[in-house]
């Protein structure tokens, strides 16, 4: 059996595992002829067409990390089930990257202090809070209680 059935057949079995309902997808009210979702509702939920999905599920396709990534979102992979997902793919397992941590600047600080009345927050680029005044403080709560 070649490796691109392999992926097939997960990506077959995995769809017909979950319901219309685990995903967000309304159920229309009349029987559905196959167990699960439908490719339609795979590909629309990654972001792939559906012409992409069915060559994949075939075996006729090398798909991209980013495309298995979003169906391993839609099919809601666990991390095991995703490396795996990418290992039949031949793409390896999941790279976790490791950011720099980011801090906010002298002259961001300076600013935060002198703003006495106004909540203010700093966010970075992955949506984490870097820094905050003390009306932010008093309006929301004290961010370094929370852990990193």
Do not use: C
């Not at 769809?15 to 167990?35: C, F, I, K, N």
């Amino acid at each position: 059996m070649s490796t691109n059935n392999e992926l097939g057949e997960f990506l077959r079995a995995r769809r017909a595992q979950l319901r219309p309902a685990d995903v967000g997808v309304p159920e229309l009210g009349y029987p559905r002829r196959v167990p699960g979702l439908r490719r339609e509702e795979v590909a629309q939920l990654a972001g792939v067409s559906i012409d992409y999905y069915t060559r994949l599920e075939q075996g006729r396709l090398s798909p991209s990390r980013s495309a298995l990534a979003a169906i391993a979102r839609s099919l809601r992979l666990n991390e095991d089930q995703e490396n795996y997902l990418l290992s039949l793919a031949r793409h390896g397992g999941i790279r976790r990257y490791r950011y720099a941590t980011q801090k906010a600047g002298e002259q961001t600080l300076r600013l935060l202090r002198q703003l006495r009345d106004t909540p203010a927050i700093v966010i970075g680029r992955h949506m984490d809070v870097l820094a905050w005044n003390a009306p932010a403080e008093a309006l929301y709560l004290d961010f370094a209680v929370i852990p990193p």
